[in-house]
């Protein structure tokens, strides 16, 4: 691999300041220096990235979605979690095919390339195929086999819990290292507590992370509540689901004890409001949690509970939604929703990303801003979470590789995607009726 120099543009750097300075990386997939403009880095050699005139920022980090769902995008909208999982989604997903979670991977992986997404965790099946699409792609992902025990005799959970650890310990590091993986229990009311007690030991011992959705809906916490006299995840910590290589998606409904126990436990939160909105689910608490020392990132969760995977998207979402939760308006302030989608993401999935700073991954987006909804340029900070678009974006890089140079898909044949994507949709639903 090559150095890279990004040059001629501004540079977000990690404490929310922005300098003219040029990028350079080291050819082994991380940011070898930040250099001031004047200064200008050492380019022998390096192929140079034109950010003429734009803003480059972090790769934007997508902590929580099932990406291979752009499949059913826009298929099952307007209902509640619930209804939308047993009537609409279930129903399609038994009838999937690995063929189906590659394309429909394939696809999503292109559009988060397209709108400076250069890492995400995933939990969904099939996820082998996965695992290839990232590799071919380029991005970086932290993956999981999502496994259930509810619907199942004892012998296909197990089978379920055990294909999962063995996915989490053959896949990890592929990709010269941009596939890490997880271990996905999918949910704390989809998955028996005997599961978890006989199958997180084996997780821990083997130092593999733990990612579980929680706390999503009050249909989520009413149930353990009545069957244990316990909050979910004070419930959860009994069994020692919580940790700091555990993360959880959602915590909606999560009260005082429980964000303290998930500060005190070192246990991050992917935060997803867009789909949170969408379903009805509710506000999450985020400045509360972050104010109590829990490191918070943010997720579009799947596209076909969003119905996108724009981050920018979701960055002004989370800000929105994150004052009317305060009922403060100074609460999850711009500054700190681009932290939730780049180092708080990238703290919670366990990468060295998020940040423009020697040392760290070399994952990189660049946005035009000559835009007339980017101008006058008063607070680019405040722009990125609530003016940008995912279509401003102009370059994306990881690992040091040029992914889009000038809006065109270098490792994707986006076309192709986009058709096979759609053939597979219409065979997959007309199979499930």
Not at 177 to 189: A, C, D, E, I, Q
Not at 272 to 296: E, F
Not at 347 to 360: P, T, W, Y
């Amino acid at each position: 691999m090559g150095t890279l120099a990004v040059t001629g543009g501004r540079v977000l750097l990690p404490d929310m300041s922005i300098t003219e300075a040029d990028v350079l990386t080291d050819g082994d997939g991380a940011i070898a220096a930040v250099t001031p403009r004047e200064d200008g880095p050492a380019r022998d050699g390096a192929d140079e990235l034109d950010a003429d005139g734009g803003l480059v920022v972090p790769g934007l980090v997508n902590a929580h979605t099932h990406v291979p769902m752009t499949l059913m995008r826009g298929s099952a909208d307007d209902k509640p979690l619930d209804a939308w999982l047993q009537e609409d989604i279930w129903p399609v997903e038994a009838e999937l095919q690995a063929g189906d979670v590659a394309a429909g991977a394939r696809l999503g992986v292109a559009e988060m390339i397209r709108t400076g997404t250069t890492a995400f965790g995933d939990m969904y099946f099939f996820m082998p195929e996965v695992a290839d699409v990232v590799a071919e792609a380029g991005v970086r992902a932290r993956l999981c086999r999502g496994c259930l025990s509810v619907g199942k005799d004892d012998a296909e959970a197990r089978e379920d819990f055990e294909a999962g650890l063995s996915f989490a310990r053959e896949y990890d590091g592929r990709a010269d290292g941009r596939v890490r993986t997880m271990f996905g229990p999918h949910s704390l009311t989809t998955v028996a507590e005997r599961y978890f007690r006989e199958y997180l030991p084996e997780a821990h011992d083997d130092g593999i992370p733990v990612h579980v959705h929680a706390n999503e809906t009050e249909g989520e916490v009413d149930p353990i509540l009545d069957e244990h006299g316990q909050r979910p995840l004070v419930w959860a910590d009994d069994f020692d689901l919580l940790g700091p290589d555990t993360y959880v998606a959602h915590g909606v409904h999560v009260d005082e004890h429980e964000i303290g126990l998930l500060a005190e436990r070192g246990t991050a939160v992917a935060h997803c409001p867009a789909a949170n909105m969408k379903l009805a689910s509710g506000m999450a608490p985020v400045q509360a949690m972050l104010d109590a020392g829990v490191t918070v990132g943010l997720g579009t969760d799947g596209p076909a509970s969003n119905n996108g995977l724009d981050m920018f998207e979701e960055m002004r979402d989370a800000a929105m939604v994150g004052k009317l939760a305060a009922d403060d308006a100074s609460a999850v302030d711009a500054p700190t929703a681009v932290e939730l989608a780049t180092t708080g993401s990238a703290a919670a999935l366990g990468f060295a990303s998020g940040r423009i700073e020697a040392g760290a991954n070399a994952d990189l987006a660049v946005l035009d801003l000559d835009a007339p909804h980017l101008s006058p340029p008063h607070d680019l900070v405040s722009h990125l979470v609530y003016a940008a678009k995912g279509s401003d974006v102009r370059h994306t890089v990881c690992d040091g590789q040029v992914l889009m140079r000038d809006r065109e898909l270098l490792t994707i044949d986006e076309t192709a995607a986009r058709e096979e994507a759609t053939e597979r949709a219409e065979n997959l639903f007309a199979r499930a009726g």
